[in-house]
């Protein structure tokens, strides 16, 4: 089992609107955020690792808001890349990992290079599908349970 801390929660209310963050959310199986704009299924939140996104950023040579990733929830201290087949528990909520987040156009038109730069060792985070809802809140323990 690997123990980490959610650092922050994101959503948007609908498609193309900026991220905006907030210190809790209802999580909803099923759905997702309850004030995210997102389509059901194996893609309802996504999360994005505080040490993917400092590299990324590194490697740019800039510091950009994790905002600009358009990630539901920031991570600290979990190793994202391990978790697909697995699930995390973000305080009461429970998320199956179903895949990478593969960066799109969106992040080039954000900052040049940001594309490229997400793309090795799962920098642009993880989607998956909620399992057990509940409230979240920055500061929440987040972990890694292998999958059984």
């Known amino acids: 089992m690997m123990t980490g801390t959610l650092k922050a929660i994101a959503h948007r209310p609908t498609d193309g609107e900026p991220m905006r963050e907030t210190q809790e959310a209802v999580v909803h199986p099923g759905r997702g955020l309850e004030t995210e704009n997102r389509k059901t299924g194996r ?3 996504t999360l994005l690792a505080v040490e993917a996104w400092v590299d990324a950023c590194r490697e740019l040579g800039v510091d950009i808001p994790w905002l600009v990733r358009r990630a539901n929830f920031l991570v600290e201290g979990v190793d994202l890349a391990g978790a697909l087949g697995q699930v995390i528990s973000i ?3 429970q998320i199956r990992i179903h895949g990478e987040t593969k960066p799109c156009g969106i992040m080039e038109s954000q900052q040049a290079g940001l594309l490229d730069a997400l793309k090795p060792n799962f920098r642009g985070g ?23």
Do not use: Q
Request: proline share 7%; aromatic share 0%; glycine share 18%.
């Open 43 to 45: 893609r309802e939140v």
């Open 91 to 93: 305080g009461p909520v």
């Open 126 to 148: 993880v989607h998956g599908e909620v399992l057990v809802g509940g409230v979240i809140r920055v500061g929440d323990s987040v972990l890694i349970s292998p999958s059984n």
